[in-house]
Every structure is written in structure tokens, then in C-alpha cells.
């Protein structure tokens, strides 16, 4: 079992709308996430993160983060055909010093 | 810029080594760690370890014990051994440097800003 649970597992946006990804977990109360993109058959991409949920250098500013209590969020505002991807969050373990990985969410754009 | 290498195959109860070379910096820059991070084939991500240039380590509870990582700061690169290896080992392997990250007072490693492009190991 994951300690961050990650819903939905897939989902579908139309060209142009936004999508939602949410990540929740005790240690999301303590610690602050980050996302990851993995596009197929590619290494992951970190492209959120932090208490201030800041994109690093070459993410779209289309990107956004939030986090409120155990959840945090990624949004994609006017997602485009190169956001179709899988999603993942990641934070330190609610116990341990390890980090934990959610389950990932599909992300399809039509 | 990562780079994994090592044997794309091994077999049931091996011992598997894998190491991940660093270029264009140094392993020994005091604000990032190294570690790993496998994914079965059509699961998700699986963080298993970092490891501090200085030889600190952490691992997933859930390999500790098969897991070890190491540094070796003379060649600038770190490796992971997994002992005892089962199918259910399979997967891509990924190294990345994990940027420093700071836990009431403690150093400690945070969010993965570079990775390597992964290995694929077949346990069979």
C-alpha cells in the first residue's frame, strides 16, 4: 500500500480545458510534494514542487500546484496534446525517512 | 547527465549491481544526493534509495535488507545492489539526483530534478 493515494487513476481533458490531479496523505500535512510527468517510454520529468509549488526551468507556465491540508494538487490549465502523460506525486513517508511515490494518474488528452 | 549502466539480464537469487555515472558536476556537491528508483513494467514508480556523497543512505522499508547503495567519489558515480533477486525485480531502473532537502534542522534528500534515461532488468 502507497502512503499518497493519487485520484483519478485516469482521466481524459479536451484540447484546450483543464484537468485537476489530486495527491493525498498524512505526511502531506508535514511535508510538501512534488509531481513528476512521464511521458511514454521516457524518464520522469519533475514539473512541481515545493511550499511555494514552483515549476522549474522549461515547464509550461500552464502548470500549477496547490496543497491544503493531507491533499495536494497539480493542474493543467489549457492542457495540450504534449501533457498527455502519466503523473506522479512524491513526498517524504508520513514515517521514515524515505520518500513515497502515488499511484500515478493517466492523463489522455482528446 | 545520468547514465545507468549494467546487465540487462540476471537471474532468480543473483545479485543485482547497477551503477549510474555523473557528468557535467561533481557527486561530492554538498546540496544534492543520488539514488534510485525502479518501475515494474506497466506499474508505477517505486523510490527504493539515496545515498550522500559522505556515505549517509536511506532506503524503502519495504527493500531494506536486499538494498544497499554506495558512492564512489574517486570515479563520480554510485551504484545499487540488490541481493536475492525474484521476478518480481523486473522492471526500469532509474538513477537521479535528488536535490537537498531540509527536515526540522536535518539534511536530508528532497525531489528529483535530473534523472537518467533508466535500465531495463529482466529477472529470469
Known amino acids: 500500500s502507497s502512503d499518497l493515494t493519487q485520484a483519478p487513476a485516469a482521466v481524459s481533458v479536451a484540447l484546450g480545458q483543464t484537468v485537476r490531479i489530486t495527491c493525498q496523505g498524512d505526511?502531506?500535512?508535514?511535508?510538501?510534494a512534488s509531481w513528476y510527468q512521464q511521458r511514454p517510454g521516457q524518464a520522469p520529468v519533475l514539473v512541481m514542487f515545493g511550499k511555494n509549488n514552483e515549476r522549474p526551468s522549461g515547464i509550461p507556465a500552464r502548470f500549477s500546484g496547490s496543497s491544503s491540508g493531507n491533499t495536494a494538487s497539480l493542474t493543467i490549465t489549457g492542457a495540450q496534446a504534449e501533457d498527455e502523460a502519466d503523473y506522479y506525486c512524491n513526498c517524504r513517508a508520513s514515517r521514515g525517512d524515505h520518500l513515497v511515490f502515488g499511484g500515478g494518474t493517466k492523463v489522455t488528452v482528446l | 547527465q545520468l547514465q545507468e549502466s549494467g546487465p540487462g539480464l540476471a537471474e532468480p537469487s543473483d545479485t543485482l549491481s547497477l551503477t549510474c555515472t555523473v557528468s557535467?558536476?561533481?557527486?561530492?556537491?554538498?546540496?544534492?544526493?543520488w539514488g534510485w528508483i525502479r518501475q515494474s513494467p506497466g506499474k508505477g514508480l517505486e523510490w527504493i534509495a539515496a545515498?550522500?556523497?559522505?556515505?549517509?543512505?536511506y532506503y524503502n522499508p519495504s527493500l531494506r535488507g536486499r538494498v544497499t547503495v554506495s558512492v564512489d567519489t574517486s570515479k563520480n558515480l554510485f551504484s545499487l545492489h540488490l541481493n536475492s533477486v525474484t521476478a518480481a525485480d523486473t522492471g526500469v531502473y532509474f538513477c537521479?539526483?535528488?536535490?537537498?532537502?531540509?527536515?526540522?534542522?536535518?539534511?536530508?534528500?528532497?525531489?528529483?530534478?535530473?534523472w537518467g534515461p533508466g535500465t531495463t532488468v529482466i529477472v529470469s
Open positions: 557535467g558536476g561533481s557527486i561530492t556537491a554538498t546540496t544534492f544526493y
Open positions: 505526511s502531506l500535512r508535514s511535508y510538501f
Open positions: 545515498v550522500y556523497y559522505r556515505g549517509t543512505t
Open positions: 537521479a539526483r535528488h536535490r537537498a532537502d531540509y527536515v526540522w534542522g536535518r539534511q536530508v534528500p528532497g525531489r528529483m530534478d535530473v
